[in-house]
Nanobody, 126 residues
Framework: QVQLVESGGGSVQAGGSLRLSCAASGTKYSTYCMGWFRQAPGKEREGVAVIDRDLSTIYADSVKGRFTISQDNAKNTLYLQMNSLKPEDTAMYYC????????????????????YGQGTQVTVSS
């Protein structure tokens, strides 16, 4: 059974940084693609960044150059380093895992993943 537990969210001023962590269990033989999604109030959930087993990555255009996704297989942990944060980055951030290879978004839409964590809140003030 895949379980994902996020941590590291919080409140920060614009221009600041945060690092999110996701402790994963049950993923070693069940998942291929892992990533981060976010959902702001009144908006649909959107993909932020994903990483394949071969460590190839895909980022949303809105976070390219500011966010970095990585994973530590020895610790079964996924990370999202967020720098130069903006108020529009404010959202609930979810760790996610899927059975298949990562696929780029199509027409701006990301396909849904099989598993999600409970989320961690990120709030960026101006």
């Amino acid at each position: 059974q895949v379980q994902l537990v996020e941590s590291g969210g919080g409140s920060v001023q614009a221009g600041g940084s945060l690092r999110l962590s996701c402790a994963a269990s049950g993923t070693k033989y069940s998942t291929y693609c892992m990533g981060w999604f976010r959902q702001a109030p009144g908006k649909e959930r959107e993909g932020v960044a994903v990483i394949d087993r071969d460590l190839s990555t895909i980022y949303a255009d809105s976070v390219k150059g500011r966010f970095t996704i990585s994973q530590d297989n020895a610790k079964n942990t996924l990370y999202l380093q967020m720098n130069s944060l903006k108020p529009e980055d404010t959202a609930m951030y979810y760790c996610a895992a899927d059975r298949f290879k990562c696929v780029p978004p199509y027409g701006g839409s990301w396909y849904p993943f099989a598993w999600y964590g409970q989320g961690t809140q990120v709030t960026v003030s101006s």
